[in-house]
């Protein structure tokens, strides 16, 4: 079992950058991939990228994908989510989560998460 502790989120406006940390009670290498996702008020979670523990490869979504960048500190424990420019309809609840599965994206293949944190880009 690993327990994750996601920090960072805050209210910023259009155009600013946040980075998000997920920090890990364990070691990120027991898991294959390591994933941030997002849920908006009325909205299913979604997949917003995903990292590997192996090897540093990486996935976005095609909405996210040139403006957020994720990253590995192996030796701490910690995943972060680099989020620039900013727009409102990235405001969300931000949850990384851990998964066995090798560069999953699959929110059925992640299995422990942490407890979110909120970012918020007004319009």
């Known amino acids: 079992q690993v327990q994750l502790v996601e920090s960072g989120g805050g209210l910023v406006q259009p155009g600013e950058s946040l980075r998000l940390s997920c920090a890990a009670s364990?070691?990120?290498?027991?898991?294959?991939?390591i994933g941030w996702f997002r849920q908006a008020p009325g909205k299913e979670r979604e997949a917003v990228s995903s990292?590997?523990?192996?090897?540093?490869?990486?996935w976005y979504s095609n909405s996210v994908k040139g403006r957020f960048t994720i990253s590995r500190d192996i030796a701490n424990n910690v995943v972060y989510l680099q989020m620039n420019n900013l727009k409102p309809e990235d405001t969300a609840v931000y949850y990384c989560?851990?998964?066995?599965?090798?560069?999953?994206?699959?929110?059925?293949?992640?299995?422990?998460w942490g407890q979110g944190t909120q970012v918020t880009v007004p319009s």
């Open positions: 364990g070691r990120l290498m027991d898991w294959y991939t």
């Open positions: 989560a851990t998964s066995r599965y090798f560069s999953s994206f699959v929110l059925r293949e992640f299995d422990y």
């Open positions: 990292i590997t523990t192996s090897d540093s490869g990486t």
